[in-house]
């Protein structure tokens, strides 16, 4: 079967630390602000 | 040397058929699916409408129950605003972003290939419930309280439907955002970014701030059905008026997400054919800001007539208004864009014309309705129909079909057909008025929306309205056709397939390579 690791796919391996740190913090503070508006959401929900 | 091109050839390798498409990282073939998708759910969503302007095509009850109808008018709307707009617009982000800014893909190229097969699980679930006892959901797209709450077996498959759709949204939003600001080529800055680069990176910021709003709120009705909550129950305690606001919060965001990716299509195209440089880009950077920044105060427009204070309505009314300051700053920049320049007319700017007119006369019947007073004669009548379908279907639509047609040549690498494109436009042109500017007319008079019959008056505009459904919808088959054929045949498209386009996806090769930049561009 094919795999995500096989060569035909996107390999995201190569990629220089630098950029896998940014991408990692961008997604990490995007996540966050999808779960604050989900916790300021049931704040005001349970007022 | 030999490995390098043993090594290039892999990457350039790939499974061929359904193996390629279900475990797919590449964003092109994301995109493809995405785009496909949509199609197939804008002739579903299509065939609803038609449904629905064929028991509209005379007074009294003539093919459909009117719990089917209503049925109808529900799901028309959730197809094509979670099927149709949505999903292409996204297929056009991952066919068109990492191309636009330099990048050799998506910033997460796996969560890629799951934001798109959650899709049609999704929609396979919401369709079904056509099928259930009690029939489909029947309260409207807006899904307001006590109404929805009568719903049958279907509301806990809707609710969930939804929120598979908006975790596809969410994770689609986290990955435009991830590869706009990180795999920019080094070189471009934010504002050497095309428009639609800028409207997609706004958008996303929209997605991610309300669809877990629109989560929330279904989730409370979910609660309120089955275990034995009172959120919008007034008899427990709870207001059903709150329902109203907390979908309109969301609802109001979500009528920008839909027409804010049009905007940087429509920014893309007229340049090209006007042979200009965009007029104003900062003021459209800025005026696209603004109006995502005003979508969050002006959700309560949408409900008047509920009884609000004063001061409520007068807020709601004025934030509204503003918002045509900003969408007036871009309508003059496409229009100085195209002053004095060399335009033609090839049918992606045709599609961009009919947008910027057609449009534009959808937002001044949403000026109409933002004046409070006005608003409590119109409301619920068929001209707001006529209002939302002038902003969504020469609008969104429009300017969907305009990338197809802009972008189609770049990702076949073959050239569609010019002439039928231009009978595509023209049929469309006229038969999307023909359907909708008499529901102006229809609404003025009092014609309530969501009904199965009406009053006797009403029965010539209603005619007219249907011939013109049809007409339209007999026009995308044209549509359906050049897309396969350009796909499978066409005349070779050059790498710059139009002579005025500027941008870094003309600087590869039509069709693309499979991975797109190895190797950063350079950008003046």
């Given amino acids: 079967m094919t795999t995500m690791a096989d060569g035909w796919q996107q390999n995201t391996d190569d990629r220089p630390p630098a950029l896998r740190r940014r991408i990692r913090w961008t997604v990490g503070i995007l996540v966050a602000l999808v779960l604050a508006i989900v916790v300021i959401y049931f704040v005001l929900m349970s007022r | ?524």
């Fill in chain 2, 1 to 524: 040397m030999s490995a390098v091109i043993e090594e290039e050839a892999h990457h350039e390798e790939h499974p061929s058929g359904i193996a390629r498409w279900l475990f797919t990282t590449n964003h092109k073939d994301i995109g493809t699916l995405y785009l496909w998708f949509a199609l197939l759910m804008f002739f579903i969503g299509g065939g609803m409408a038609l449904i629905i302007r064929t028991e509209l095509f005379q007074p009294g009850l003539q093919m459909t129950e009117p719990q089917f109808f209503n049925s109808m008018t529900t799901m028309h709307a959730l197809v094509m605003i979670f099927g149709v707009v949505m999903p292409a617009f996204t297929g056009l982000a991952n066919w068109q972003v990492p191309l636009m800014v330099g990048a050799k893909d998506m910033a997460l190229p796996r969560m890629n290939n799951w934001s798109f097969w959650i899709l049609p699980f999704a929609f396979a679930m919401l369709l079904s419930t056509l099928f259930m006892p009690g029939g489909g959901p029947a309260a409207g797209w807006t899904l307001y309280p006590p109404l929805s709450l009568q719903t049958g077996d279907a509301l806990p498959f809707l609710i969930f439907a939804i929120h598979l759709m908006g975790i596809s949204s969410i994770m689609g939003a986290i990955n435009v955002i991830a590869t706009i600001l990180n795999m920019r080529a080094p070189t471009m800055t934010l504002m050497k970014m095309p428009l639609f680069v800028w409207t997609w990176l706004i958008t996303a910021f929209l997605l991610i701030a309300v669809m877990p709003v629109l989560a929330g709120g279904v989730t409370m009705l979910l609660t309120d059905r089955y275990f034995g909550t009172s959120f919008f129950n007034a008899a427990g305690g709870g207001d059903p008026v709150m329902f109203q606001h907390i979908f309109w919060f969301f609802g109001h965001p979500e009528v920008y997400i839909l027409i804010l990716p049009a905007f940087g299509i429509i920014s893309t195209i007229v340049p090209t054919f006007a042979r200009k440089p965009l007029f104003g880009y900062s003021s459209m950077v800025y005026a696209t800001a603004s109006i995502a920044f005003l979508s969050f105060i002006v959700w309560a427009h949408h409900m008047f007539t509920v009884g609000m204070p004063l001061a409520g309505e007068l807020f709601f009314m004025l934030t509204t208004m503003l918002i045509a300051v900003p969408t007036g700053v871009k309508v003059f920049n496409w229009v100085a864009t195209m002053w004095r320049g060399a335009m033609t007319f090839e049918t992606p700017m045709l599609f961009a014309l009919g947008f910027i007119i057609m449009f534009t006369i959808g937002g001044f019947s949403g000026l109409m309705l933002a004046i409070t007073p006005v608003d409590f004669q119109y409301h619920d009548t068929y001209f707001v129909v006529a209002h939302f379908h002038y902003v969504l279907v020469p609008g969104a639509i429009f300017a969907i079909i305009a990338a197809v047609y802009y972008w189609l040549p770049k990702w076949t690498g073959h050239m569609y057909d010019e002439g039928l494109g231009k009978w595509h436009f023209w049929l469309s042109t006229i038969f999307v008025n023909v359907t909708f500017f008499p529901m102006h007319f229809l609404g003025l008079a009092g014609m309530p929306r969501r009904i199965p019959d009406y009053s006797l008056q009403f029965a010539g505009f209603n005619e007219i309205a249907t011939i013109g459904a049809f007409g339209f919808g007999l026009a995308q088959l044209i549509f359906l056709y050049l897309v396969f054929k350009t796909v499978r045949s066409g005349a070779h498209a050059g790498d710059q397939v139009w002579e005025g386009a500027r941008g870094l996806e003309w600087t590869l090769s039509s069709p693309p390579p499979y991975h797109s930049f190895e190797t950063a561009p350079e950008v003046k």
